[in-house]
Nanobody, 124 residues
Framework: QVQLIESGGGLVQAGGSLRLSCGVSGRTIYNNAMGWFRQAPGKEREFVASINWSGHTTDYLDSVKGRFTISRDNTKNTAYLQMNSLKPEDTANYYC?????????????????WGQGTQVTVSS
């Protein structure tokens, strides 16, 4: 199996920044895509960002474009989500996800493995 462990969440004031990390271990393959999703209380899980196997192609939820940056370091088996200019509406539990395919997708159904989540809370 593949295991993903997120870290870096916390409480931050509006306008602040956080960097989330996702360590990947287990039966991984090099040709994989990573994604970040989030879920607020009472709402469905939504796509935030994804990155292809090489790190050269990315995609973002419209509301986070220009504020969030997804990246990866394949030598460390780690993906990151740098979040700047945070807003209260960014408050959610953030999950990283792993896909057995090198291409990005915003469809959560296309990711086979998920982390446990890390909470991000943004105050006014």
């Amino acid at each position: 199996q593949v295991q993903l462990i997120e870290s870096g969440g916390g409480l931050v004031q509006a306008g602040g920044s956080l960097r989330l990390s996702c360590g990947v271990s287990g039966r991984t393959i090099y040709n994989n895509a990573m994604g970040w999703f989030r879920q607020a209380p009472g709402k469905e899980r939504e796509f935030v960002a994804s990155i292809n196997w090489s790190g050269h192609t990315t995609d973002y939820l419209d509301s986070v474009k220009g504020r969030f940056t997804i990246s990866r370091d394949n030598t460390k088996n780690t993906a990151y989500l740098q979040m700047n200019s945070l807003k209260p509406e960014d408050t959610a539990n953030y999950y990283c996800a792993f896909r057995y395919s090198g291409e990005i997708t915003l469809d959560s159904r296309e990711y086979q493995y998920w982390g446990q989540g890390t909470q991000v809370t943004v105050s006014s």
